[in-house]
């Protein structure tokens, strides 16, 4: 029972809630050190912002791109159910043990007092929980930003 309550205070002061994606292959990037892909939902008071950012080239993307779009308190309550159900808070990646090659970067980020970060670069047995994640920003992003494409990210 303390563990629920503690969890559900925890989702009251998350502020942010993201997932990343890079290709695998030798890719040109406009800013080094960012992701291919990154969809980040931010939460400040009662603003919700949906950043949507592209940081590869391709049609209609000449330079690291970034749109916005608000978000209603539901969905950023759809994030946080998600975050629940999937128990992201405490997911850890379990890697499969082989080594792959041209397997890019996944990741998602949950941000509150403290931040939780995973990020992982090969196969992973238990991949499913953070794609729900991934999925979902991907679908708000698609809804709400119509002009900028997301290959790797995808509902």
Same mark, same amino acid.
């Given at each position: 029972?303390?563990?629920?309550?503690?969890?559900?205070?925890? &989702?009251?002061? %998350?502020?942010? %809630?993201?997932?990343?994606?890079?290709?695998?292959?030798?890719?040109?990037?406009?800013?080094?050190?960012?992701?291919?892909?990154?969809?980040?939902?931010?939460?400040?008071? @009662?603003?919700?912002?949906?950043?949507?950012? !592209?940081?590869?080239?391709?049609?209609? !993307?000449?330079?690291?791109?970034?749109?916005?779009?608000?978000?209603?308190?539901?969905?950023?309550?759809?994030?946080?159910?998600? !975050?629940?159900?999937?128990?992201?808070?405490?997911?850890?990646? @379990?890697?499969?043990?082989?080594?792959?090659?041209?397997?890019?970067?996944?990741?998602?980020?949950?941000?509150?007092?403290?931040?939780?970060?995973?990020?992982?670069?090969?196969?992973?047995?238990?991949?499913?929980?953070?794609?729900? &994640?991934?999925?979902?920003?991907?679908?708000?992003?698609?809804?709400?930003?119509?002009?900028?494409? &997301?290959?790797?990210?995808?509902?």
């Amino acid at each position: 029972m303390i563990h629920l309550i503690l969890l559900c205070a925890a &989702l009251g002061d %998350i502020t942010e %809630i993201g997932a990343h994606q890079s290709p695998g292959k030798p890719m040109l990037y406009f800013e080094e050190g960012r992701p291919g892909e990154e969809i980040l939902a931010k939460k400040n008071g @009662d603003k919700i912002v949906l950043h949507v950012r !592209v940081n590869c080239p391709r049609d209609g !993307v000449e330079k690291y791109t970034e749109e916005t779009a608000d978000l209603t308190p539901t969905e950023w309550k759809s994030l946080l159910e998600v !975050v629940e159900k999937e128990k992201l808070l405490e997911w850890k990646p @379990d890697f499969t043990g082989g080594q792959v090659a041209d397997w890019g970067t996944t990741g998602f980020r949950i941000t509150s007092d403290k931040e939780y970060a995973q990020k992982w670069w090969k196969p992973v047995k238990n991949g499913k929980e953070p794609a729900v &994640l991934a999925k979902r920003l991907a679908a708000l992003a698609q809804e709400k930003v119509k002009g900028l494409k &997301l290959h790797y990210l995808k509902p």
